[in-house]
Structure formats: structure tokens, C-alpha cells
């Protein structure tokens, strides 16, 4: 059947991560692979609460179909708290998504053509690189460090890269490595963007999650051109399985997108954005946040502490200021995939993702055969601390 497949299928390939999360099952293994929220944060009373009011006394406007964009009420409180955030926003500027996943597929339909370049952080996200690659794009990536991606390496790769589409960039408590991008490199990223006349594509579903440090601007909110396309979720902060994202554009690339989503689902679910809407009128999500953050600080904590306390010496990793993820650099040569199958998984029951998947582009230079992504997010104290500890138990043996 092959060859009644278009070409681009090609480019489609299963995700490590979600391969690593059927481990999830086994009640045996402690998984740090997966970016799941904390369930236990889940307001799972409230939620309960507001379905029941909305199929009460909404149900057959909740139950039925709605406009493309979304609906007015949800759209309206998006951009309230993108004012709050420091944007200039109205409902109209919104685009209700599917999860912020679905506006990384809509854009690069929308601005990629086969051989165009995503210019991306390096590694940068794994769902974006399955979103981008269906499309046949090119990659040029951009070195990362502490203070998230390097701007002279942007210029270079910039200058080099005529093809270059758009830049896509997770600034706050990027996934996988947890670094966040400064402000003072958030400014140049937008003024390399004017010069090169580029798109920029910001990716934010972890930006609530700051448990440390001062809150950094958006580079929605900094853009003065309405070049930059702004995702955000409520997917870390409410709950996944809601699938309620959102872009923020200027309308002229709203329009696009919406025409875009209009052709692949029709629309977002009415009744789960009425619901949406309802909890941000009836309940306070910043109170929510609010106790949510404390969480997962004392999770990021418990991790590497014990990291510090039971890795070796040669082993690095981040400690983020927010979000669920740390990035662990092993000795170069290390394979930390056949490390894990080999070693972690039949001794410690121990997995996490090899840090390899997570680069656009593969080569001897890349050299991303010794770095690994780990999530704090859904693991309990006790059963984290026994795992890094039995890890590293291994790591020091071998």
C-alpha cells in the first residue's frame, strides 16, 4: 500500500515520547518521560461543578456547534489575561485551538513549503518537530544556553539560511532543557526577525508555571510589528483533556489560521470551551495557580537534589525556574538510549527520554547521543527521589 501514500508521510514518525509513555502502565517503572501535569492538581471539583451548570442550564448552546474561532465569552477572557500579561489584545485577535499542538500544525501549514527553513532552538520540542515535519521543511537550529537561545548563533544561522520561514521559540522554561530565553535576548530575537523580515512563532505552555525568578514580558507583548504569533494552553493549567489552547496573531494571520482550522475540525468543542469559560467567570484561576506553583516547585526541588546528592560528578543538569523539566548532560560519548534499554530500565525500573530525539538535525556534530530530558511533574516524592537514586546508583558503576 506504500505507494498511495504522498510524500509527505515520510517525514511522519512515531514519537519516542509517546512510545515511553506506555511504560506508564507498568506500575513497576518510574517514568520521568512523560510532560504530564500533576492529576492531583486537577480541579477536579470545580470542573465537576461547571459541567454540571453548563449542561444544566447551557446544554443546548454548549451542545451545539459554534463559530470557527471560538466562542465570544472564552475569546474575550484570553485576551483580558493577555492585557493582564503585558499585550495589547481584544477577543477578535484570538483563535480558540485545540491545544496550542494544533496551532504548531496550522502555522507551518501556512508558512511552509517543502525546502523552506524553521529556524528552531537546538534541541527545542519534540510535538513541534511532528507538527513541522509533515510539511518537508528544512531545519536550522540555534545553540542553546543558560539564557536560552544565543543570539550571535541566531545571526550566523540567520545570515546563512535564505530559506528561513519563521523562528519558533519556547522562551519561558523552554521544553526540553527548562532555560529561559532573557530579556534582553528576547529584544534581539525581534529585531533579528525585522531585519530578516522572519515570523515568530512563541510556543508558551509552561509561561503560568513560574515558581522562581521574575516574570519575563512575552514577545507578543514586546512585538511592534504583529510579526509575532503568541500559544498559549490551559493544558498545564486546568487540564489536558480539556484540549483548550489558543493563538494570539495580528488578524490578518488570524484569518488565515481560522480558515485553516475551519477545513481541519470545524471548530474547537463547544461544550469544553463553554466549560472553559464558565470556571475562569465562576473560580479564580490565578488562586488556582497560585497553589499549583508550590507543588511543583518542591517537585523540581526533590529532583535535583537528588541529582546532586547521587549523580557523579560529570553529570550536569538544569535547575528551571518553572515548568516540569530538567536536562541532564551526560559525559560526552555517553549513550543515554542504549543506557537506559541496557541498564536503567531491567535495574533501576527507571526511564526517562534520550535527549537525542529532541534535535532537529542529526550528525556526528550534534553529538546528542549524551543528553536526556527528565519531568518531575507527575512523580511522587518518595517514588522520584528512590528512582534518581537508583540511577544513579548506575551511573556511578558505570
Same mark, same amino acid.
Given at each position: 500500500?506504500?505507494?498511495?501514500?504522498?510524500?509527505?508521510?515520510?517525514?511522519?514518525?512515531?514519537?519516542?515520547?509517546?512510545?515511553?509513555?506506555?511504560?506508564?502502565?507498568?506500575?513497576?517503572?518510574?517514568?520521568?518521560?512523560?510532560?504530564?501535569?500533576? @492529576?492531583?492538581?486537577? *480541579? !477536579? %471539583?470545580?470542573?465537576?461543578?461547571?459541567? $454540571?451548570?453548563?449542561?444544566? /442550564? #447551557?446544554?443546548?448552546?454548549?451542545?451545539?456547534?459554534?463559530?470557527?474561532?471560538?466562542?465570544?465569552?472564552?475569546?474575550?477572557?484570553?485576551?483580558?489575561?493577555?492585557?493582564?500579561?503585558?499585550?495589547?489584545?481584544?477577543?477578535?485577535?484570538?483563535?480558540?485551538?485545540?491545544?496550542?499542538?494544533?496551532?504548531?500544525?496550522?502555522?507551518?501549514?501556512?508558512?511552509?513549503?517543502?525546502?523552506?527553513?524553521?529556524?528552531?532552538?537546538?534541541?527545542?520540542?519534540?510535538?513541534?518537530?511532528?507538527?513541522?515535519?509533515?510539511?518537508? @521543511?528544512?531545519?536550522? *537550529? !540555534? %545553540?542553546?544556553?543558560?539564557?536560552?537561545? $544565543?543570539?550571535?548563533?541566531? /545571526? #550566523?544561522?540567520?545570515?546563512?539560511?535564505?530559506?528561513?520561514?519563521?523562528?519558533?521559540?519556547?522562551?519561558?522554561?523552554?521544553?526540553?532543557?527548562?532555560?529561559?530565553?532573557?530579556?534582553?535576548?528576547?529584544?534581539?530575537?525581534?529585531?533579528?526577525?525585522?531585519?530578516?523580515?522572519?515570523?515568530?512563532?512563541?510556543?508558551?505552555?509552561?509561561?503560568?508555571?513560574?515558581?522562581?525568578?521574575?516574570?519575563?514580558?512575552?514577545?507578543?507583548?514586546?512585538?511592534?510589528?504583529?510579526?509575532?504569533?503568541?500559544?498559549?494552553?490551559?493544558?498545564?493549567?486546568?487540564?489536558?483533556?480539556?484540549?483548550?489552547?489558543?493563538?494570539?496573531?495580528?488578524?490578518?494571520?488570524?484569518?488565515?489560521?481560522?480558515?485553516?482550522?475551519?477545513?481541519?475540525?470545524?471548530?474547537?468543542?463547544?461544550?469544553?470551551?463553554?466549560?472553559?469559560?464558565?470556571?475562569?467567570?465562576?473560580?479564580?484561576?490565578?488562586?488556582?495557580?497560585?497553589?499549583?506553583?508550590?507543588?511543583?516547585?518542591?517537585?523540581?526541588?526533590?529532583?535535583?537534589?537528588?541529582?546532586?546528592?547521587?549523580?557523579?560528578?560529570?553529570?550536569?543538569?538544569?535547575?528551571?525556574?518553572?515548568?516540569?523539566?530538567?536536562?541532564?548532560?551526560?559525559?560526552?560519548?555517553?549513550?543515554?538510549?542504549?543506557?537506559?534499554?541496557?541498564?536503567?530500565?531491567?535495574?533501576?525500573?527507571?526511564?526517562?527520554?534520550?535527549?537525542?530525539?529532541?534535535?532537529?538535525?542529526?550528525?556526528?556534530?550534534?553529538?546528542?547521543?549524551?543528553?536526556?530530558?527528565?519531568?518531575?511533574?507527575?512523580?511522587?516524592?518518595?517514588?522520584?527521589?528512590?528512582?534518581?537514586?537508583?540511577?544513579?546508583?548506575?551511573?556511578?558503576?558505570?
Amino acid at each position: 500500500m506504500e505507494h498511495h501514500f504522498a510524500q509527505r508521510i515520510r517525514r511522519v514518525r512515531p514519537s519516542a515520547i509517546r512510545q515511553l509513555l506506555q511504560l506508564g502502565d507498568d506500575p513497576s517503572i518510574t517514568s520521568f518521560g512523560g510532560g504530564y501535569p500533576d @492529576p492531583g492538581l486537577f *480541579p !477536579v %471539583a470545580q470542573l465537576r461543578e461547571v459541567y $454540571d451548570h453548563v449542561l444544566r /442550564e #447551557q446544554g443546548r448552546t454548549a451542545l451545539q456547534y459554534t463559530g470557527t474561532a471560538g466562542i465570544p465569552a472564552l475569546r474575550a477572557q484570553i485576551a483580558e489575561r493577555m492585557v493582564r500579561d503585558g499585550s495589547t489584545c481584544g477577543a477578535d485577535d484570538v483563535l480558540v485551538l485545540q491545544g496550542a499542538q494544533q496551532g504548531l500544525d496550522l502555522v507551518a501549514k501556512l508558512l511552509i513549503n517543502p525546502g523552506d527553513a524553521i529556524v528552531t532552538e537546538n534541541p527545542t520540542f519534540l510535538g513541534a518537530l511532528v507538527a513541522f515535519n509533515p510539511y518537508e @521543511p528544512d531545519y536550522a *537550529p !540555534v %545553540a542553546l544556553d543558560e539564557d536560552g537561545m $544565543d543570539m550571535e548563533s541566531l /545571526e #550566523q544561522v540567520l545570515a546563512d539560511t535564505p530559506r528561513a520561514k519563521f523562528i519558533y521559540a519556547i522562551p519561558d522554561f523552554q521544553n526540553p532543557t527548562g532555560v529561559t530565553l532573557s530579556t534582553q535576548r528576547r529584544h534581539r530575537l525581534l529585531e533579528l526577525a525585522h531585519e530578516h523580515d522572519l515570523i515568530v512563532l512563541e510556543d508558551t505552555p509552561y509561561r503560568e508555571l513560574r515558581f522562581e525568578g521574575e516574570q519575563l514580558p512575552t514577545l507578543h507583548s514586546l512585538d511592534t510589528e504583529g510579526r509575532v504569533i503568541h500559544l498559549g494552553s490551559f493544558s498545564k493549567t486546568l487540564a489536558p483533556g480539556l484540549r483548550m489552547g489558543y493563538a494570539v496573531a495580528h488578524r490578518s494571520i488570524l484569518a488565515k489560521l481560522e480558515l485553516l482550522k475551519l477545513a481541519a475540525d470545524t471548530q474547537s468543542s463547544t461544550l469544553n470551551m463553554t466549560a472553559t469559560a464558565r470556571f475562569l467567570t465562576e473560580f479564580d484561576l490565578d488562586a488556582h495557580l497560585e497553589a499549583v506553583r508550590p507543588a511543583y516547585r518542591a517537585k523540581r526541588d526533590a529532583m535535583v537534589g537528588a541529582m546532586a546528592e547521587s549523580f557523579p560528578a560529570g553529570v550536569q543538569f538544569t535547575r528551571p525556574e518553572g515548568g516540569l523539566f530538567t536536562w541532564v548532560t551526560f559525559p560526552e560519548g555517553f549513550d543515554a538510549a542504549g543506557f537506559m534499554a541496557e541498564q536503567v530500565l531491567p535495574k533501576a525500573r527507571v526511564a526517562y527520554v534520550p535527549g537525542e530525539t529532541f534535535f532537529p538535525t542529526t550528525s556526528p556534530a550534534t553529538q546528542a547521543s549524551h543528553y536526556a530530558r527528565f519531568s518531575y511533574a507527575s512523580v511522587p516524592h518518595e517514588q522520584m527521589v528512590a528512582g534518581i537514586r537508583r540511577l544513579g546508583d548506575l551511573l556511578a558503576a558505570s
